[in-house]
């Protein structure tokens, strides 16, 4: 098999990186014996394509095309993320025409059938892990995060890309509600999260410094009240430490009873709830990223197969009625176009 994989987001401050940048370890890793990946977002002489995030979905491919959908907010909230939809119209029209979807949970899953009308025999769950420098660190390099970044002995941690606001991740309210404990906020951030009041922002750290950042936090709380995943509570647990969390399916689908949750909304009782958070904290779920990525060759076995029976042909036409049914609210002229 011949993969073009589309690896451009790597670079993303956000989980689609992690995302990215682990599945394509773990593909080369996995790879069968007669399996080569090119890392191109134009597939020239493929047997499959596979864009891992939304942006870079391709309406046509001359090859079969997987796509990874992290979740469908824009969708789901479509008042809150309106420019986000406008922009994302056309790539929703090529996931639908994709011969095969992956989502990282259940609740993914289930979003897009009802949103996208997708047929659920092209949709596989595959859940993300944490990825392996994510470990338990020692004291003496938690110490020395703790002095890089001026952390305080005891905090509350909260992490993730605060380059914009994001109105599901809660980050400014957790922020302003009352606590006993220091809140230590880690990812890149720009002017509006600095005016957060009393909370410590890293900046971007290196992944060794995250794993340290982790390990040193009394609990990670994390306030979200919309995900697709939640891979920073996975990533915490992974460190040994507690996670607190906002009760939403996705955390409870990918946690189970590995956390503690309070109702969606309660920041004051998510930070109580961190203050109190005990260790050992129990251990991640056991998924790996090796796993991750021989379900993801399954999936590329499965998009050749289909489109060697002619299903991607008839996928296509239910894709091009199935498109009619979107919002053209969230649709540009192109897509409107296409779609027409």
Not at 129 to 146: C, L, T
Not at 318 to 340: H, I
């Amino acid at each position: 098999m011949r993969l073009a994989f589309d690896s451009r987001a790597q670079g993303d401050p956000r989980g689609i990186g992690r995302y990215v940048r682990c599945l394509l370890d773990a593909l080369q890793a996995t790879k069968p014996a007669e399996a080569t990946i090119s890392e191109t977002h134009r597939p020239r002489r493929c047997d499959v394509f596979h864009s891992p995030w939304l942006e870079g979905a391709q309406l046509r491919t001359p090859c079969p095309s997987v796509v990874t959908l992290h979740d469908l907010v824009a969708l789901k909230r479509r008042s809150e993320y309106l420019r986000t939809g406008v922009r994302f119209g056309l790539r929703y029209l090529a996931a639908q025409h994709a011969e095969q979807i992956i989502v990282p949970s259940q609740v993914v899953a289930a979003d897009a059938q009802e949103l996208l009308s997708i047929d659920p025999t092209r949709i596989t769950v595959i859940p993300e892990a944490a990825d392996p420098v994510m470990r338990r660190r020692s004291g003496a390099e938690i110490a020395r995060a703790r002095k890089r970044y001026q952390l305080p002995e005891h905090y509350l941690l909260w992490v993730g890309s605060m380059q914009h606001p994001d109105p599901r991740k809660r980050v400014a309210a957790l922020a302003q509600a009352p606590r006993t404990m220091p809140l230590v906020l880690a990812g890149p951030a720009r002017e509006w999260a600095y005016e957060l009041p009393d909370v410590t922002l890293t900046g971007a750290v290196s992944d060794d410094d995250l794993a340290a950042i982790y390990s040193g936090a009394h609990a990670l709380v994390f306030p979200s009240d919309d995900e697709g995943f939640g891979l920073p509570t996975v990533e915490a647990l992974a460190c040994g430490t507690p996670v607190v969390a906002c009760d939403t399916p996705v955390v409870r689908e990918v946690l189970g009873d590995r956390a503690r949750f309070v109702p969606r909304g309660d920041m004051e009782g998510l930070l109580a709830a961190g203050v109190e958070a005990r260790r050992p904290a129990p251990a991640p779920p056991v998924w790996s990223w090796d796993d991750a990525a021989r379900a993801t060759w399954a999936v590329y076995d499965a998009a050749c197969e289909n489109a060697r029976s002619g299903v991607g042909i008839d996928v296509r036409r239910r894709a091009a009625r199935q498109a009619a049914m979107l919002p053209r609210t969230l649709l540009g002229p192109r897509a409107r176009r296409e779609a027409s």
